[in-house]
């Protein structure tokens, strides 16, 4: 059986919507509120259509933080590979506090391990590929250091009832999580 047009654009169309959805609800319900017929009368899909695409809301958290930790990981990466680390940070903290829902629920929300876990897995994969840039630690070792404290310093920021500017984490960022990798 083939897909038309129609079909295929409609598939195509499904997973950002029930990502969009999802995303618009977690900003004022905890995931535990937040059904599946929801989410799909949110998105505009038929609730069969959710089954296609994922087995329950959680997968569909799973993909929405991996989507994020991959634009995430676009700026994040540089801060590695530039002598300006704090202009990198910067931006990442940047991006993070102007999605903060989203990055309140993956970090502060309970899913923190496995957001860890899944940017660990993207940035090991990257630095596998990538020019070494004289760490005095082997990569995959700077790389977990990083992550794990990059992800625990966001958490906290976003928990906090006031939180510090973006300004201000990326330069804790850059000096517990960063620098310390570099120095020789």
């Known amino acids: 059986m083939t897909m038309t047009g129609s079909s295929s654009t409609r598939s195509t169309r499904s997973r950002p919507a029930l990502r969009e959805a999802l995303l618009g ?3 004022t319900e905890s995931l535990e509120q937040i059904t599946v017929r929801e989410i799909a009368a ?16 959680e997968e569909l958290l799973h993909d929405l933080a991996a989507d994020e930790i991959r634009r995430l990981l676009t700026m994040t990466l540089p801060i590695f590979y530039t002598a300006d680390t704090l202009s990198s940070t910067r931006a990442l903290c940047a ?3 102007e999605h903060r829902v989203i990055w ?4 502060a929300g309970g899913a923190s391990s496995m ?5 660990l897995k993207q ?29 625990d310093i966001l958490g906290w920021w976003l928990k906090q009832k006031n939180p510090a500017p973006a300004k201000t984490i990326a330069e804790v960022i850059n000096k517990l999580s960063i620098d310390p990798i570099f120095i020789n």
């Open 25 to 27: 609800l977690l900003g």
């Open 42 to 57: 949110r998105a505009n899909v038929g609730y069969a259509t959710f089954f296609r695409h994922y087995s329950d809301k």
């Open 95 to 97: 991006y993070v506090w």
């Open 104 to 107: 309140r629920v993956l970090l």
């Open 115 to 119: 957001l860890k876990e899944e940017y």
């Open 123 to 151: 940035a090991l994969e990257l630095v596998e590929v990538s020019e070494d840039r004289g760490s005095w630690l082997p990569h995959e070792l700077a790389v977990t250091f990083a992550v794990g404290s990059l992800v």
